[in-house]
């Protein structure tokens, strides 16, 4: 079912409940209050704790400081990353644009985060996030009048309510460190289980057996007609082991077609299966050549331009090498009945005996220029994608090698590759592809299930508290940023204006008000606000217009 189709039947449902509850005053009944679509229920409950934790005020002031530094560190480099990013829009294909759920971090809407590791994240992060507040809040004496969830379906933000007054009233310094605690504390937290992830759960993950993982398997390809699925490991091929996704790569059949004989695992088991052994096409793109003649994807090219097709290599020097002035002969199998072997194989398609290749320079010059070279105009181009048996396959230790090497080489490198572990398909681990690998050394006792139920879970807390520390540091009002900012800001300026006051008192002139004072701030402070929300939305907008 399509994601936006669940959304809308979740957010009906959703209304419904609300309404409902409304004509039946339940939300009074458990002292929730209704605000458009979301729901907000406030209590006292948990102040005691936060009166306890926040009585180390030597403790939490140094915390306060430290996280005001980090919070102003973030801010500065977000924001240049959201400045860089808007400089590479000019270069980006409207079709590589960012879809605007992708710039949202709510789980089950964003497809990157998955629902259930997207919620334990989203809760921890908005939970310690809050009570930072509240402890800081106490550590300046200023009252907390109540704390409470927001849930739109799910929680989507908590909040402690500090005395507005008493904020307003109490010294710069208290007010940013209460405000930069927020995102402070979930870089804290980000970090913290950044460290247990990378040396207590990345290094106890180890391959069950060495082999190709299949990574995804063409429709109609032998592969899937015969029962390989995604995330099946080829361990062997006719008794000779695999040692990787190259051994795929390289092999070679007698002839295409042949019966070939394979041992896989999937799902923690191992089984032997035979299937039809040869080059099958992985991808046809619309509108050039194979896509012309009928090929479709799955299908085994036995034979082009009146040579057998042996292997991936031979198929790629064949095409290259064959001419496109005139249609050469080609040969492909199909999934059907063998009369011959008296089951279903792949058999001969006798609809599709020619091709007409193209120049790959003529195709690049008018799709890529870019990327074309002087070398292609002597090079011919059928517009396909293959692999043996149809399946994409990647080595064994595909996620250990990313969990183990995610901090190797250049720092920034090396930062974004943690973070882009979920479009790397490293993060969630669960399902068939998890029980191809299993924990090693001191947690080998975790069952294989709860080993990844913790890996997961560490680093979706991770990877959840430090997006919501990084954009709630950015200095954009309402956010924690945006107000830590402002009282810097007029730190700045009353430092300016007394300063302006001596020398204008020589002149006979008269300093700033704090009136105007207050003015420049929120004018600079609002100006901030929206560069940083253009800057956002261009990411979205920007490819599409450009």
Not at 421 to 430: D, I, K, R, T
Request: proline share 5%.
């Amino acid at each position: 079912m399509d994601g936006y189709l669940i959304a809308l039947i979740v957010l009906v449902a959703w209304f419904a409940i609300l309404i409902l509850g409304h004509k039946l005053k339940f939300w009074e009944k458990i002292h929730c209050q209704l605000y458009g679509p979301f729901l907000m229920t406030k209590t006292k409950k948990g102040r005691d704790l936060i009166e306890r934790l926040a009585r180390r005020k030597g403790f939490w002031t140094v915390y306060g400081k430290i996280s005001v530094i980090v919070t102003i560190g973030s801010m500065v480099g977000l924001t240049a990353v959201l400045i860089w990013e808007a400089t590479l829009v000019f270069n980006l294909p409207a079709g590589s644009a960012p879809s605007p759920e992708m710039m949202l971090g709510i789980p089950g809407l964003n497809p990157i985060i998955p629902l259930w590791y997207g919620i334990l994240g989203l809760v921890v992060a908005i939970i310690i996030h809050e009570f930072a507040h509240g402890i800081l809040s106490r550590t300046a004496n200023i009252k907390v009048e109540s704390l409470g969830l927001i849930f739109l379906v799910f929680p989507m933000g908590a909040f402690v309510e500090p005395n507005e007054e008493e904020i307003k009233k109490t010294t710069r310094q208290n007010r940013a460190r209460l405000f930069a605690a927020g995102p402070g504390t979930n870089m804290l937290a980000a970090f913290i289980c950044l460290m247990v992830f990378l040396f207590i759960f990345a290094p106890a993950v180890k391959p069950v057996s060495p082999g190709a993982i299949v990574n995804g398997v063409a429709t109609g390809s032998p592969a899937e007609e015969f029962g390989i699925s995604a995330w099946s490991e080829i361990i062997s091929v006719n008794n000779v082991s695999i040692g990787g996704a190259d051994d795929i790569s390289n092999l070679s059949f007698v002839s295409p077609g042949e019966p070939v004989d394979l041992e896989i695992l999937y799902n923690g088991e191992f089984s032997n299966i035979q299937l039809p052994g040869g080059v099958a096409i992985y991808s046809v793109t619309e509108g050039l050549p194979a896509d012309l003649a009928g090929i479709e994807e799955g299908m085994i090219v036995a034979e082009l331009n009146d040579r057998s097709v042996h292997n991936y290599t031979e198929f790629v020097s064949i095409i290259t090498n064959s001419s496109h002035d005139s249609p050469v002969n080609i040969t492909v199998l199909r999934y059907g009945y063998d009369a011959t072997m008296g089951k279903n194989w792949f058999i001969e398609d006798d609809n599709i005996t020619n091709i007409s290749l193209i120049s790959k320079w003529d195709y690049y010059e008018r799709t890529d220029p870019g990327r074309n070279k002087e070398e292609y105009r002597n090079i011919s181009y059928m517009g396909v994608g293959s692999s043996a048996f149809g399946v994409s396959p990647v080595d064994s230790d595909i996620v250990s090698s990313v969990y183990n090497n995610a901090l190797s080489g250049d720092l920034v490198v090396s930062s974004f590759r943690l973070i882009a572990m979920p479009f790397l398909g490293a993060s969630p681990v669960e399902g068939a592809m998890a029980n191809l690998y299993e924990p090693t050394g001191a947690l080998a006792a975790l069952p294989n299930d709860v080993f990844w139920i913790l890996t997961n879970s560490i680093y979706w807390v991770f990877w959840i508290n430090l997006m919501l520390g990084l954009t709630n540091a950015l200095p954009a009002v309402p956010l924690d940023g945006g107000y830590v900012f402002r009282d810097l800001l007029k730190g700045l300026f009353e430092r300016i204006n007394s300063k302006r006051a001596k020398i204008a008192a020589l002149k006979g002139k008269k300093p700033y008000t704090e009136a105007e004072v207050d003015q420049y701030i929120s004018f600079i402070s609002l100006t901030l606000s929206f560069m940083v929300l253009f800057l956002i939305v261009w990411q979205l907008v920007g490819p599409r217009v450009v």
